[in-house]
């Protein structure tokens, strides 16, 4: 009986064929296995024990460490590589306005460091009008935020009634340029005492100074944050800090600086 020597080799073929396979998935479910089993043993050592050596929080006056550890879920039995640090971090940035940074450092496997950074206020937030105490302050990046404690002694921004930047968000127009009016007489103008900054007023904005005296100032590029901007605002604060100090106008209460270059007293208080 003769056998057909194509056919047999065919089968051989397929039979090799078929052992690499099964050879091949032998492989990688012994892989898959393995990984398991590595990831397992990964996991366990990212777990926290003992929060007070494993978690290291630096908070600050505004945040507490313990309201941080618990919108992160730093608890003893938490897995530190099951938390979505990136996601946790954006939630927080997000829920509280007065974190102006958040680093969070693992350090593998089982021990992360979280650093705060507050935003520091440099003035209060008011509405032209209102009687109700607002708690809102603002930093120089213009961001708006609730808090109280020892602000008593910053200078205050009146806002207009329909134009209120609610917490969280940021100032602009006057509002804007009245925060860079006070930071740059907090600098360079400090004999003026500027105590406030209305900027509810579409053409200028009304400050209340330490001599009891009250200056409408305008500048050129107000609303703009610019360079140009800032040049215009410090030659008018210049010239008023200057006509101030030469006791010109004796007894006047109101200063108009609203003219490029000029400044002078205004005896017309109906505007204001």
């Known amino acids: 009986m003769k056998v057909n020597r194509i056919d047999s080799s065919e089968r051989r073929q397929r039979i090799g064929r078929i052992v690499k396979a099964l050879v091949i998935l032998a492989l990688l479910v012994g892989l898959v296995f393995a990984y398991a089993k590595i990831r397992a043993l990964w996991l366990d050592q990212c777990v926290i024990t003992d929060v007070s050596r494993q978690v290291s929080i630096t908070d600050g006056k505004m945040v ?14 938490a897995n530190l590589a099951k938390i979505d640090f990136a996601k946790k971090r954006k939630e927080l940035l997000e829920r509280f306005p007065h974190l102006r940074n958040l680093v969070i450092v693992r350090h593998l496997p089982d021990r992360v460091t979280i650093t705060t950074e507050e935003r520091i206020p440099i003035a209060r937030m008011d509405t032209k009008g209102s009687r109700a105490a607002s708690k809102r302050v603002v930093d120089t990046e213009g961001v ?4 109280r404690r020892g602000t008593q002694t910053l200078p205050v921004i009146r806002e207009a009634p329909s134009a209120v930047t609610a917490s969280g968000n940021r100032i602009s127009g006057h509002t804007l340029a009245a925060l860079r009016l006070l930071e740059l007489c907090s600098d360079r103008f400090s004999e003026l005492g500027v105590q406030e900054a209305d900027a509810s007023k579409p053409d200028f904005i009304v400050l209340t100074l330490g001599n009891y005296s009250t200056a409408v100032i305008a500048w050129e590029g107000m609303d703009e944050e610019t360079t140009a901007s800032r040049r215009n605002l410090t030659k008018q604060l210049e010239h008023l800090a200057k006509v101030i100090a030469s006791n010109v106008g004796t007894g006047t209460t109101i200063w108009n600086a609203t003219q490029p270059g000029r400044v002078f007293a205004d ?3 109906g505007f204001l």
Not at 64 to 77: K, P, Y
Not at 144 to 147: A, G, I, L, T
């Open 64 to 77: 507490r460490a313990d309201n941080i550890a618990s919108i992160l879920t730093l608890t003893n039995g």
């Open 144 to 147: 708006v935020f609730d808090f």
């Open 267 to 269: 005896p017309q208080k």
